[in-house]
């Protein structure tokens, strides 16, 4: 395992490699500050190992620049709360107060160690991916659009049932996909922002001088839908 320490007290960072090459497993590189560590970091490195505060850039500051491109102990003499905070949420795993004892860290360090390995290990959930292209990840979401699949197959109208939210328009578009009408318009209409008394003209449109405003014949949403789907919302 091949570890970097980024310590500007050239004492503590001495101290450190000198423990820490007592164990034959850790391959251990040392900087004496971040700004020296970054352009010197590669794919090679598992573990940094980083005091906080540290001249031109603290640990923080370092952590943030390393955007998780590596698990992370910060180890410091004069910890605050807010420092603890940040760490946390920028993801590192441990954080030391000095002085520590030598096996303290190497806890970290295995600890550290085990989480990459579980998560190395952890089977990654995969997603499936019908031939017309619709994502799902859960075995019910994949059920529901194999029986859309299904369904878009056919000439019959469609209901589609649920909540608000839950993607009913999306569907819609995936049968249209999947369906014989793909080449043509899919035409949604929000039913619910049409007046009552303008419902017949929007979905079956008028002729001119139908009536008073009837200036030029306009298609309705059948019309424009002819041979493709319309979604009535």
């Given at each position: 395992?091949?570890?970097a ?13 000198i423990?820490m ?8 590189k ?41 698990e992370?102990?910060?180890?410091t003499?004069?910890?605050t ?12 795993k ?20 085990k989480v990459?390995?579980?998560?190395k290990k ?8 019908s ?16 029986m ?42 929000n039913?619910?922002a049409?007046?009552?008394n ?28 002819e041979?493709?789907t319309?979604?009535?919302?």
């Amino acid at each position: 395992m091949k570890i970097a320490i980024v310590e500007d007290d050239i004492n503590m960072r001495k101290s450190l490699e000198i423990a820490m090459g007592d164990y034959k497993e850790f391959e251990i590189k040392s900087f004496k500050s971040a700004k020296d560590a970054l352009p010197k970091l590669d794919d090679s490195y598992d573990l940094i190992v980083t005091d906080i505060n540290m001249p031109g850039m603290d640990g923080i500051e370092f952590v943030k620049v390393l955007n998780g491109r590596y698990e992370v102990i910060i180890m410091t003499g004069n910890a605050t709360l807010q420092k603890a905070i940040d760490s946390i949420q920028l993801g590192v795993k441990d954080f030391l107060l000095k002085p520590f004892e030598i096996e303290t860290l190497i806890e970290a360090i295995k600890r550290s160690h085990k989480v990459q390995e579980v998560v190395k290990k952890a089977p990654t959930k995969k997603q499936k991916k019908s031939d017309t292209g619709f994502i799902s990840s859960s075995p019910a979401l994949d059920k529901a659009a194999k029986m859309a699949e299904r369904a878009a197959k056919t000439d019959v109208s469609i209901l589609l049932t649920g909540e608000s939210g839950v993607g009913k328009e999306v569907f819609a578009r995936f049968i249209h996909d999947a369906s014989p009408r793909s080449k043509k318009a899919f035409v949604a209409i929000n039913m619910a922002a049409i007046p009552e008394n303008l419902i017949e003209s929007e979905l079956f449109g008028f002729e001119k001088g139908a009536f008073t405003d009837a200036v030029m014949a306009k298609p309705g949403l059948f019309e424009l839908a002819e041979g493709g789907t319309l979604f009535l919302d």
